[in-house]
Each structure stands twice: as C-alpha cells, then as structure tokens.
C-alpha cells in the first residue's frame, strides 16, 4: 500500500507544526489532560496478556518520564519530544526494541486522534516521522520493513 510508506502521507492537512493553527495545537489543551491519565484511558481499550501489558506499561512509563521533563503531558507531545525520545530509544536499544517501544504510543496517538473527545487534529509521531534524516525516521523505516515481513 503506497500511502502507508512514508509518514508524510499520513499527515493530512497539517505537514508540519508551523502548519497547524495556534488554536488546534495540542498545548492548547493542557488544561483538559491536567491530572488525566489518558494512557490508562487508552489502554482500557486493548485487551493484551500479562507479558505484553507489562511491556506497554514499561513502553508508557518512559514515554510519561519523557514528556514530563520536557514539561508536557503524554497526550500532548510536540514533534521535537517525539524526535527526541526517538534518538533516546536508538542510543539505548536496538532498531527493532526502539520500533516496539515506538509503535505502541505512536498506535496511542492514533486513537487519539480517532476519538471526538479528544481534539487531536494531527499526529506528531508522524510529523517527526517526516523528517528523513530524522531518529523518528529510521525507527519508521522499520515499520514499513515489518509490515512487509
């Protein structure tokens, strides 16, 4: 399928973060997500056994230290914490570990945006993605390697 080989495709109306409205940016929201584990909400949604929901919980933990000591809550990321939680996950793992880790909350911020109740009008998991000289790029490449396994 052409349109899931790059992350550009999956963009959709907004390409970049410069793209999107002051008004639609995640930051925005901060206070509906103040004291909300929304990853929880989430993860109430897939049925997994033991073994795989510990690997979630360790893949949601790092994911929440990142966005905290950037000052962000884990719903509301921006690009560049993507980016750099991206070149975190190739410095500490392999390729592949990198893309367990990576997939999962990218799969997180899809059902975001998927689900009304939260305003996610774009994905940065993808706008990070778009970047090909970027970490968030190999660990994509990856993906599309898997999907053709």
Same mark, same amino acid.
């Given at each position: ?20 409205? +002051? ?30 929901? +510990? ?31 991206? =070149? ?16 999962? @909350? +990218? =799969? ?11 305003r996610h009008s774009y994905n940065p998991f ?6 090909? +000289?970027?970490?968030?790029?190999? @660990?994509?490449?990856?993906? @599309? ?5």
């Open positions: 399928m052409a349109s899931a080989r790059t992350p550009h495709d999956r963009l959709g109306v907004f390409k970049d973060l410069s793209d999107v409205p +002051e008004r639609r940016r995640l930051e925005r929201f901060s206070s509906a997500y103040t004291d909300r584990d929304v990853w929880g909400e989430y993860r109430a949604t897939v049925e997994l056994g033991d073994r795989m929901g +510990e690997e979630w919980a360790r893949f949601a933990r790092r994911w929440k230290d990142h966005t905290t000591d950037r000052g962000r809550h884990h719903a509301l990321a921006r690009p560049s914490d993507v980016e750099t939680w991206s =070149g975190w996950l190739l410095d500490q793992f392999s390729r592949d570990r990198a893309y367990q880790h990576w997939n999962v @909350i +990218e =799969g997180f911020y899809a059902w975001l945006m998927w689900h009304t109740e939260h993808h706008m990070a993605a778009a970047d090909t +000289e970027s970490s968030a790029y190999t @660990i994509w490449t990856r993906k @599309i390697e898997k999907a053709n396994d």
